[in-house]
T-cell receptor
Framework: AQSVTQPDIHITVSEGASLELRCNYS??????LFWYVQSPGQGLQLLLK??????LVQGIKGFEAEFKRSQSSFNLRKPSVHWSDAAEYFC???????????FGTGTQLKVEL | GAVVSQHPSRVICKSGTSVKIECRSL??????MFWYRQFPKQSLMLMAT?????????EQGVEKDKFLINHASLTLSTLTVTSAHPEDSSFYIC????????????????FGPGTRLTVL
């Protein structure tokens, strides 16, 4: 069965610093890959997704992610973090295209002013 | 963007009672809705897939008689936790997709804000 690993439970960065959140998946083929953000009181919001093509994908709020097949990774990056980016971030995979998502355990991002 | 609402946002009930949670797609029709459960500091676990007008498909290990799902319209799905017990306390999240999954490519899923259930 497929699995998703987010090795960092908590990350703290200073506002304006760069950010990279790690995500690794376990699956025989290339899955469909997603990054979601969850803020308190709000539903998960899709930041970006990768289905095929260019391995560097751009998302909303200045986020980007790079798919690396050799490393089974889909890390999320942002060049300059804003205080409003503090939230929980989830990586997810869909291995069959049927919208059944498998989520990682999430990374809680704290931004220091 | 598409909006999914959940009601209530928070509910406290006594052990043995049943609780109904509603999930609505406000500005689009959702042929399929999904119900997840999220434990503290843990990931979202898919409980079931709900298709409008048909029976829900439950994931392995999820008791279908405990978690009743009804998807009677294209904009509403309900999850009823029957005879709730303290171990059912959790954060329940629904999502809805805006397509039919044609071509084997995932449609965009829109998530509700979640419902915090506490069973005393």
């Amino acid at each position: 069965a497929q699995s998703v690993t987010q090795p960092d439970i908590h990350i703290t960065v200073s506002e304006g610093a760069s950010l990279e959140l790690r995500c690794n998946y376990s699956y025989g083929a290339t899955p469909y890959l997603f990054w979601y953000v969850q803020s308190p009181g709000q539903g998960l919001q899709l930041l970006l997704k990768y289905f095929s093509g260019d391995t560097l994908v751009q998302g909303i709020k200045g986020f980007e992610a790079e798919f690396k097949r050799s490393q089974s990774s889909f890390n999320l990056r942002k060049p300059s973090v804003h205080w409003s980016d503090a939230a929980e971030y989830f990586c997810a995979v869909d291995t069959g295209g049927g919208n059944k998502l498998t989520f990682g355990t999430g990374t809680q991002l704290k931004v220091e002013l | 963007g598409a909006v999914v609402s959940q009601h209530p946002s928070r509910v406290i009930c006594k052990s043995g009672t049943s609780v109904k949670i509603e999930c609505r797609s406000l500005d689009f029709q959702a042929t399929t809705m999904f119900w997840y459960r999220q434990f503290p500091k843990q990931s979202l676990m898919l409980m079931a897939t709900s298709n409008e007008g048909s029976k829900a498909t439950y994931e392995q290990g999820v008791e279908k008689d405990k978690f009743l799902i009804n998807h009677a319209s294209l904009t509403l799905s309900t999850l009823t936790v029957t005879s709730a017990h303290p171990e059912d306390s959790s954060f329940y999240i629904c999502s809805a997709r805006d397509g039919r999954g044609a071509g084997g490519v995932p449609d965009t899923q829109y998530f509700g804000p979640g419902t915090r259930l506490t069973v005393l």
